[in-house]
């Protein structure tokens, strides 16, 4: 699976759109894009995925770069709630378990 | 709430003991999938398990073993525990067969604290 490279920590004022990059330059064809958040010590939530175009769905949005290497996690209206760590996960569609990097820790700022 | 249930939530211990961890799927999830987190190691995949059958194991020493029942709930039994066993694990569920999507959904975890 390939690597990914996430900045350690990011802060995004409440009511803004918390914006988190992720760099997988050494992705392949076959590899998918995902993201989880983990909200202190609770079970890691599954965000978005998406192989090459951009998706929506009712938590955020994903912006994949045509070259596929890097993408962006689009938060669009930050909460305190959204204070987490996230991650970027690139996976293949047949393997099995995630492996977690150590992710971006996301502070939202009241 | 993801659907996915574990037991206990805390679990306290000696060193040399077995534990056996326990978890129950959302409905009509095939797939279950242990994690390891423990602030030095981070998250780590440990085993998975589709319908019953072993799928394909991390980094999941020889000390500890899983299994998935009929009724599709999965136990982690972790023997001959160690100060460095003392973590939170993770257990996950999915719909699809392995591989076919890692959409996973995460159980709120049991915490082990050997002593």
């Known amino acids: 699976d390939a690597k990914t490279t996430q900045p350690t920590s990011m802060d995004c004022a409440e009511g803004r759109a918390a914006n988190l990059p992720c760099n997988h330059s050494?992705?392949?064809?076959?590899?998918?894009v995902y993201w989880y958040r983990q909200i202190h010590s609770q079970g890691p939530q599954y965000i978005i995925h998406g192989l090459k175009n951009n998706e929506t769905n009712e938590m955020a949005s994903l912006i994949i770069t045509e070259d596929r290497k890097s993408s962006t996690l689009i938060l669009p209206h930050a909460t305190l709630r959204d204070t987490a760590v996230y991650y970027c996960?690139?996976?293949?569609?047949?393997?099995?378990?995630?492996?977690f990097g150590k992710g971006t820790h996301l502070i939202i700022q009241p | 709430d993801s659907g996915v249930t574990q037991t206990p939530k805390h679990l306290i211990t000696a060193t040399g003991q077995r534990v056996t961890l326990r978890c129950s799927p959302r409905s009509g999830d095939l797939s279950v999938y242990w994690y390891q987190q423990s602030l030095d190691q981070g998250l780590q995949f440990l085993i998975h398990y589709y319908n019953g059958e072993e799928r394909a194991k991390g980094n999941i020493l020889e000390r500890f073993s899983a299994q998935q029942f009929p009724d599709l709930h999965s136990e982690l039994n972790l023997s001959s525990l160690e100060l460095g066993d003392s973590a939170l694990y993770f257990c996950?569920?999915?719909?699809?067969?392995?591989?076919?999507?890692?959409?996973?959904?995460f159980g709120p975890g049991t915490r082990l604290t050997v002593l």
């Open positions: 996950a569920s999915s719909v699809a067969p392995a591989g076919k999507h890692n959409e996973q959904f």
């Open positions: 996960i690139v996976i293949r569609g047949g393997a099995d378990g995630l492996t």
């Open positions: 050494t992705i392949s064809g076959n590899e998918y």
